[in-house]
């Protein structure tokens, strides 16, 4: 299956007359090798498909090998070629030598596109900034929707909360303990282990697998970071908590959604609100089976508000869109949408007891937001909200 939007978005670009560097920045297997083999087939260019993706990190003679490959397509087709680098944030050096490779390109006229593509959003945006400025252009992928999984397998709403959207994971959900054993061993695991670790420095690796397990177990609650250092043995300090959770966001695991307030430092320096990116690492890693989470008002009620949280963290890469809670006294509001002047406060009625009340009627009262959503219960059908990104609710769609 194509990833319609997203395989459009890169097509027209390589089939543009001008030579670009296209990034595709994403968590691990959410479709990229599929949709930059899929574009080299359509595109009609000689191409140079070449992963980084080893235990061992590849050296600079490596990529110019791999660059120099597809250099010689380029010269002997009218169009130039195309050069695609999988996982390249695992090659040593990769921003300083892709500048190097570039920029002698530019000087040789040679008419080669190149596509980076990375597992690591974080990693990937920093050697953008820092070395090729002005270079390039990204395209986020982000893990895949619940309409994109509906249209690719038939799924309905509970198969969605209860499996999440990793694709490959899909064909084992019918044998639930197979289906876990795949997600913690092949996704968690491997990106724990070769895309934050290996190539970030972390002086407290087991410290770093205990935050996402953490983040997982109260996905959809606010947290406080001393709250967080009470649960988790050699925890050191705030700003290191803080740090590890930037890094697992940076991977596509988990964030922490900070606290809307119409105070930028205030924002910062609240408690945050943990949030998986995936219903798939929170429901693998908790050990119940789907029964038992179907039979738990509380834990299903959970899984719904991740799976919205989720859906409208991702939705929102790349628009311009902030994604927020706010909180004041026992009064909540689940999520805060904002881009430019418009702000949309949205409620989830997801069937689970909570321990706080809606604040809509104080957040209005406070901040005037543009609207205000009920979704679950007698508002938005999840389903239906689930079908829209989150550009959609700000009246503003991309």
């Known amino acids: 299956m194509k990833r319609s939007h997203l395989y459009s978005q890169l097509l027209s670009r390589v089939n543009e007359p001008r030579r670009f560097i296209q990034v595709l920045a994403g968590p691990r297997q959410v479709g990229k090798t599929t949709l930059s083999r899929q574009v080299m087939e359509a595109?009609?260019?000689?191409?140079?498909?070449?992963?980084?993706?080893?235990?061992?990190?590849?050296?600079?003679?490596?990529?110019?090998?791999?660059?120099?490959?597809a250099r010689l397509k380029a010269r002997n087709h009218p169009e130039g070629a195309l050069l695609v680098i999988d996982e390249i944030q695992k090659a040593a050096r990769w921003p300083e030598v892709v500048k190097l490779l570039w920029d002698a390109d530019t000087h040789d006229a040679t008419p080669l596109k190149v596509v980076l593509l990375g597992s690591s959003p974080l990693l990937i945006q920093s050697g953008l900034t820092e070395s090729l400025a002005g270079r390039f252009e990204t395209?986020?992928?982000?893990?895949?929707?619940?309409?994109?999984?509906q249209e690719a397998f038939g799924w309905d709403l509970e198969k969605y909360l209860l499996f999440g959207a990793y694709p490959g994971a899909a064909p084992l959900a019918d044998d639930p303990d197979r289906w876990r054993q795949y997600i913690n061993d092949s996704l968690i695991e491997t990106t724990l282990s070769r895309d934050i670790l290996l190539l970030t420095r972390v002086d407290k690796p087991a410290l770093l697998r205990r935050m996402f397990q953490l983040a997982c177990a109260y996905s959809g609650q606010i947290l406080a970071y001393q709250k967080m250092l009470g649960q988790l043995v050699d925890a050191g300090n705030t700003v290191t908590l803080a740090h590890y959770l930037q890094l697992l966001e940076g991977a596509g695991?988990?964030?922490?959604?900070?606290k809307f307030s119409g105070n930028q430092i205030r924002q910062r320096a609240s408690s945050p609100k943990l949030q998986v990116l995936n219903t798939a690492l929170m429901t693998a890693q908790s050990g119940r089976s789907p029964d038992a989470w179907r039979t738990d008002s509380d834990a299903w009620g959970r899984l719904i508000e991740s799976a919205v949280g989720a859906h409208l963290v991702n939705t929102a890469i790349g628009t311009g869109i902030s994604v927020t809670y706010w909180r004041e006294q026992n009064k909540e509001v689940d999520f805060v949408?904002?881009?430019?002047?418009?702000?949309?406060?949205?409620?989830v009625k997801s069937g689970g007891r909570k321990q706080t009340f809606s604040g809509i009627a104080a957040f209005d009262k406070a901040h005037h937001p543009t609207s205000k959503l009920l979704v679950g219960g007698q508002g938005i059908p999840?389903?239906?909200?689930?079908?829209?990104?989150a550009s959609h609710w700000l009246g503003t769609p991309i």
């Open 43 to 69: 595109s009609g260019l000689p191409a140079h498909y070449a992963s980084a993706d080893e235990p061992t990190l590849r050296d600079q003679a490596w990529l110019e090998q791999q660059w120099d490959l």
């Open 139 to 149: 395209i986020p992928v982000p893990h895949w929707s619940f309409a994109e999984m």
């Open 253 to 258: 695991m988990v964030a922490g959604l900070q």
């Open 337 to 347: 949408l904002q881009r430019g002047d418009s702000l949309v406060a949205i409620e």
């Open 382 to 389: 999840i389903v239906e909200f689930l079908q829209a990104p």
